[in-house]
């Protein structure tokens, strides 16, 4: 099973800063890692796919990048909304698909 | 527009068994894989089982098989979790979610239903 771990837990960032979040795999993943992101009370919604594809009606503020085991989501000017808990999940070796922990990005 | 719709929660003994259904509306059902994924209270997500658009293989994680059966009616659009022999850490909000392209990511997600096991 290929665990993912990200980091940091919890990212304090004040708004229009920028944030980065990381997202490691104990193999290699390829280009196929995914992001979401995940407000209180909510479900799960997808922001990024294989690496660094933006998903429908995402902001241009959210980038990915990386492969093989190293990742990175960018929220280049961090707005009101986009205070959250982001997942990374990759889908190159499954079953199982696996998701990382969690990186709580709240407010500064 | 794309809907999942849960339903099926609710507080059950352990050791019952409980259905869980997702009406999916707005998009050609048997063009997706579908998944159900469960969020235990302030933890994160884990993948428990997935089923193939025309439900031909089904996979689970560990920790649920030979206890839960995913399920597929492409002629009803919806997406069943027979889950028996509940067990307290199966409480959890319960998502279907669809993947296109077969088992990939995850690109839409239902609202979600809650399962508490408890006697």
């Known amino acids: 099973e290929i665990v993912m771990t990200q980091s940091p837990a919890t990212l304090s960032v004040s708004p229009g800063e920028r944030a980065t979040l990381s997202c490691r795999a104990s193999q290699s993943v390829s280009g196929h890692l995914a992001w979401y992101q995940q407000k209180s009370g909510q479900a799960p919604r997808l922001l990024i796919y294989?690496?660094?594809t933006r998903a429908t009606g995402i902001p241009a503020r959210f980038s990915g990048s990386g492969s093989g085991t190293e990742f990175t989501l960018t929220i280049s000017s961090l707005q009101s909304e986009d205070f959250a808990v982001y997942y990374c999940?990759?889908?190159?070796?499954?079953?199982?698909?696996?998701f990382g922990q969690g990186t709580k990005v709240e407010i500064k | 527009q794309v809907q999942l719709v849960e339903s099926g929660g609710g507080v059950v003994q352990p050791g019952r068994s409980l259905r869980l259904s997702c009406a999916a509306s707005?998009?050609?059902?048997?063009?997706?894989?579908m998944h159900w994924v469960r969020q235990a209270p302030g933890k994160g997500l884990e993948c428990v089982a997935f089923?193939?658009?025309?439900?031909?293989?089904?996979y689970y994680a560990d920790s649920v098989k030979g206890r839960f059966t995913i399920s597929r009616d492409n002629s009803k659009n919806t997406l069943y979790l027979q889950m028996n022999s509940l067990r307290a850490e199966d409480t959890a909000v319960y998502y279907c979610a669809r993947s296109p392209n077969g088992g990939n990511y995850l690109d839409f997600w239902g609202q979600g239903t809650l399962i508490a096991v408890s006697s």
């Open positions: 999940q990759q889908y190159n070796d499954w079953p199982p698909w696996t």
């Open positions: 089923i193939w658009y025309d439900g031909s293989n089904e």
């Open positions: 707005g998009f050609t059902f048997t063009n997706f894989g």
């Open positions: 294989g690496s660094s």
